[in-house]
């Protein structure tokens, strides 16, 4: 199993829409993570971080559900400029590394 | 805010050249990463430093090697460039210390003909 593992997309989903992305974990140990926003062609920023079991921040709420070892990232009130590559992010139990996610497209349309 | 600057946002080398990719942070962080990024594969990591003079390979090391005379910068370099290694490099760093988000440069688009 991958270390992480997120749905590809894309995700098509109109303005306004509230969009959920789930990502799954092998590590059982993990207790914090991060998502990433990745623009076509540009680097990845950091959207969110979390260190318990959730984080709200504006529109964008991101919860850790260790029981099943998955992470989610729900979208409220979708904009166009949401559309992006969301990469779910997580320490790795080795050196001060991050072990990311391959990411899920998300395209919001008018 | 954190500003990670890499040489370079296009580059295009021949086959066999030896490639220097550049990589400077101003927040005096100690660790500091090498990925590439190639469609359908995410991140892979090639190389980290957690201090000056330090390096560890990541998950993909073999044809590349790094250089970290100085906390702040962070080099990568292709020893015999092939053309397998055309990809989006990016440099990060981050403060020492669990838990830390990684903060990215603009990423070099390379291209090896």
């Known amino acids: 199993r991958k270390e992480v593992e997120q749905d590809p997309g894309p995700f098509n989903v109109p303005e306004g829409a509230t969009v959920a992305f789930n990502c799954t974990y092998s590590n059982s140990a993990s207790q914090s993570f991060f998502w990433y926003r990745q623009d076509c062609r540009k680097e990845p920023k950091l959207l969110m971080s979390?260190?318990?079991s959730g984080n709200e921040d504006g529109r964008f709420t991101a919860q850790l559900n260790r029981a099943s070892q998955y992470i989610s990232l729900l979208i409220r009130d979708s904009k166009l400029s949401d559309s992006a590559t969301y990469l779910c992010v997580l320490p790795n139990t080795g050196f001060q590394k991050l072990v990311f996610g391959t990411g899920t497209r998300l395209l919001v349309s008018p | 805010d954190v500003k990670v600057t890499q040489s370079s946002r296009y580059l295009v080398k021949r086959t066999g050249e030896k490639v220097f990719l550049e990589c400077v942070q101003d927040m005096d962080h100690e660790n500091m990463f090498w990925y590439r990024q190639d469609p359908g594969l995410g991140l892979r990591l090639i190389y980290f430093?957690?201090?000056?003079?330090?390096?560890e390979k990541g998950d993909i090391p073999e044809g590349y090697s790094v250089s970290r005379e100085k906390k702040e910068r962070f080099s990568l370099i292709l020893e015999s460039a092939s053309t397998n290694q055309t990809s989006m490099y990016l440099c990060?760093?981050?403060?020492?210390?669990?838990?830390?988000?990684?903060?990215f440069g603009d990423g070099t688009r390379l291209s090896i003909l």
């Open positions: 990060a760093s981050t403060l020492r210390g669990g838990n830390q988000p990684q903060h």
């Open positions: 430093s957690y201090d000056v003079k330090m390096k």
């Open positions: 979390v260190y318990s």
